[in-house]
Structures are given as structure tokens and as C-alpha cells.
């Protein structure tokens, strides 16, 4: 079964730090650039973060870049999503994604103090 899983939300305050994971199963990970994307409630999806197959190059969004860093193992089959100084306006789902193949369920992080 071709899935993407994600984990590693949770509440934070303002200024603190977590990291997503995204584990894959059912597919060749190796072969697919990966995305990261959020939705908050009332608000359209946001690409945060893009990572190619190899891990050698990726984007940010201008809203979380130089906060979020975005990498991936292809032997545990993993991208990570870590985030610093996460602000009130970074509470939203977060979901990993394979474009035009998988997305995951999606993993809640919510900023406040």
C-alpha cells in the first residue's frame, strides 16, 4: 500500500521548536522529490518546503525560510521537517506529499502560549 505517515506535531509556544517526520511505505522513496505542505483553518494550502529525490537541493516558502529546514533519508525511507522560532501564524495541519501519488493524513502543530 503506497502511504506517506506523518508525526511529530504537538502544541509549542512561540519561539520553540519541533521536527515532522514523514515515513513512506509501498513505493521507491528514492525516486520522488517530496513536499511539505500546511493548511490552517480558513486558509488555502500552502507549500512550506520542497526536497529532491537525492536530498542535494530544496525550497522554502518566504514565510518560513530560515526557520524550517527540510531533509530526508532515503534508506529509513524519511523526510523531516524541522522547525525554529515557530510563530503563532505557523499553526496549521501539516502534511508530507508526493505530487501526484500519495499525501499523508496530515499531523497537527499548533503555536501558543
Known amino acids: 500500500q503506497v502511504q506517506l505517515v506523518e508525526s511529530g506535531g504537538g502544541l509549542v509556544q512561540p519561539g520553540g521548536s519541533l521536527t515532522l517526520s514523514c515515513v513512506a511505505s509501498?513505493?521507491?522513496?528514492?525516486?520522488?522529490?517530496l513536499n511539505w505542505y500546511r493548511q490552517a483553518p480558513g486558509k488555502e494550502r500552502e507549500l512550506v518546503a520542497n526536497i529532491t529525490r537525492a536530498g542535494d537541493n530544496w525550497m522554502y516558502a518566504v514565510s518560513v525560510h530560515g526557520r524550517f529546514t527540510v531533509s530526508r533519508d532515503n534508506v529509513k525511507n524519511t523526510a523531516y521537517l524541522r522547525m525554529h522560532n515557530l510563530k503563532p501564524e505557523d499553526t496549521a495541519v501539516y502534511y508530507c506529499?508526493?505530487?501526484?501519488?500519495?499525501r499523508g493524513q496530515g499531523t497537527q502543530v499548533t503555536v501558543s502560549s
Open positions: 509501498g513505493f521507491t522513496f528514492s525516486s520522488y522529490a
Open positions: 506529499d508526493v505530487a501526484r501519488l500519495v
